[in-house]
């Protein structure tokens, strides 16, 4: 299993950049998909990055060209972060990166998932 824990989250004005960490602790030897999801109030949840366990990388369309998923992994140390930029007020929810194990088939299901951090975009 692995542990979580989101970081980086703030207030910016639109056109601006916040740089989100994903910390990982427990299993962190293993290479696991990991995917950063967003959701604002009265929205439903969205997967707006995501890196699988081979380092392909998708986007979705809102965020494509905005937002750069990146890796790293060294002795004792596994993290994600999520660079923001050229924010929009509608990119503004709370931020989590979740896990999976790395299936046959691609990404297995999302099951560890990190607290959240919000993310506040004033136009």
């Known amino acids: 299993e692995v542990q979580l824990v989101e970081s980086g989250g703030g207030s910016v004005e639109a056109g601006g950049s916040l740089r989100l960490s994903c910390a990982a602790s427990?299993?962190?030897?293993?290479?696991?998909?990991v995917a950063w999801f967003r959701q604002a109030p009265g929205k439903e949840r969205e997967k707006v990055a995501e890196?699988?366990?081979?380092?392909?990388?998708?986007?979705s369309d809102s965020v494509q060209d905005r937002f750069i998923v990146s890796r790293e992994k060294g002795k004792g140390t596994l993290a994600w972060y999520l660079q923001m930029d050229s924010l929009k007020p509608e990119d503004a929810a709370t931020y989590y990166c979740?896990?999976?194990?790395?299936?046959?088939?691609?990404?297995?299901?999302?099951?560890?998932w990190g607290p959240g951090t919000q993310v506040t975009v004033s136009s």
């Open positions: 427990g299993d962190t030897y293993l290479d696991y998909c």
């Open positions: 890196i699988d366990n081979g380092g392909a990388l998708t986007y």
């Open positions: 979740a896990a999976a194990y790395g299936v046959w088939t691609g990404c297995g299901d999302y099951e560890f």
